[in-house]
């Protein structure tokens, strides 16, 4: 009985250690941990990415600052120079007045001269004060017969729409090309 009951013994705690060895074996916790350390890696790579993005955005936008700031003082630069252009124009006009090339009336007169128009440059710019450039080159260019629209002459339909004469003959800063009482100041030959 005492040899039969140490065998049962024995047995039983062969069974439990194998039990036990078996059960470790399924609910280790080390093929977990190895998982772990792999998404540990990821997460730190991804980690790491991020970073180095972030660091090159940033880079490129504190590029993109200086060549804005640079266009704007390159713009800056251009008005300046571009002022400094009109100024040389006005003195160079006015050295052509100087020496006497100033044009006196003008008259605009279509191809068939069925239709005369008058213009003062004394009026405009020793009475009215107005400088060559308010409408040299923009308005007029400055040469006689050169500004038209169509056959050979210009158009009050232009001039209505605030072209050549009607950029001031508007009924704001000069009397308008459309009041039907200030045709003949411009046609003094036509009614
Ligand atoms: C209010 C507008 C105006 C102003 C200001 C003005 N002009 Fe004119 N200019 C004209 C017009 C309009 C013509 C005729 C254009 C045409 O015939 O097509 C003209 C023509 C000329 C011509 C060409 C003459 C020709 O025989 O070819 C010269 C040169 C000229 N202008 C010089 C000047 C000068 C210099 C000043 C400043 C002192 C000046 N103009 C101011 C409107 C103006
Ligand atoms: C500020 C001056 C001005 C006033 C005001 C003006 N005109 Fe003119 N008109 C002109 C000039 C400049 C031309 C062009 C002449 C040319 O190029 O030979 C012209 C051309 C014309 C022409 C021929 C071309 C076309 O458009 O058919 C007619 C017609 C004419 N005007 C009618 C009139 C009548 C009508 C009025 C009044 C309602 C008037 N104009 C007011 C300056 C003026
Ligand atoms: C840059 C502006 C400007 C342009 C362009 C201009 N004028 Fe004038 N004009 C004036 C001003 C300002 C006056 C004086 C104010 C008024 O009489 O309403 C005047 C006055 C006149 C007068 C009256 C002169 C007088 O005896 O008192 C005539 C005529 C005239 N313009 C014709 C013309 C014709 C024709 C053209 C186009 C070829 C023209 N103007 C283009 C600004 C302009």
């Known amino acids: 009985m005492r040899k039969n009951g140490n065998t049962l013994q024995t047995v039983r705690f062969a069974t439990l250690l194998l039990a036990v060895m078996f059960a470790l074996a399924f ?21 790491l990415d991020a970073e180095k993005a972030k660091a090159d955005a940033a880079k490129a936008m ?19 120079n571009k002022a400094a252009a009109r100024e040389a124009k006005e003195d160079a006009m006015e050295k052509m ?48 017969g050169k500004n038209v629209v169509k056959g050979g002459a210009l158009t009050m339909e232009e001039m209505k729409k605030g ?21 003949k100041r411009c046609h003094p030959k036509n009614r």
């Not at 190895?34 to 990821?42: L, P, V």
């Not at 590029?63 to 800056?76: C, G, H, L, V």
């Not at 072209?163 to 045709?183: E, L, M, Q, R």
């Open 27 to 47: 609910v280790s916790p080390f093929p977990v941990q190895a998982e772990d350390d792999e998404a540990m890696k990821y997460l730190e790579k991804a980690r």
């Open 62 to 80: 504190a590029e993109a600052e200086k060549a804005m700031a640079e266009a704007d003082r390159a713009i800056a630069e251009a008005e300046k």
């Open 97 to 144: 007045v100087e020496h006497g090339y100033f044009p006196d009336d003008i008259s605009l007169d279509t191809p068939d001269g069925s239709v005369r128009a008058v213009f003062s440059h004394k009026k405009h710019t020793q009475r009215e004060r107005l400088r060559c450039i308010e409408c040299h080159p923009k308005v007029f260019v400055m040469k006689k």
């Open 163 to 183: 072209k050549y004469c009607g950029n001031c003959h508007n009924g704001h800063k000069a009397f308008s090309v459309n009041a039907i009482d200030s045709c």
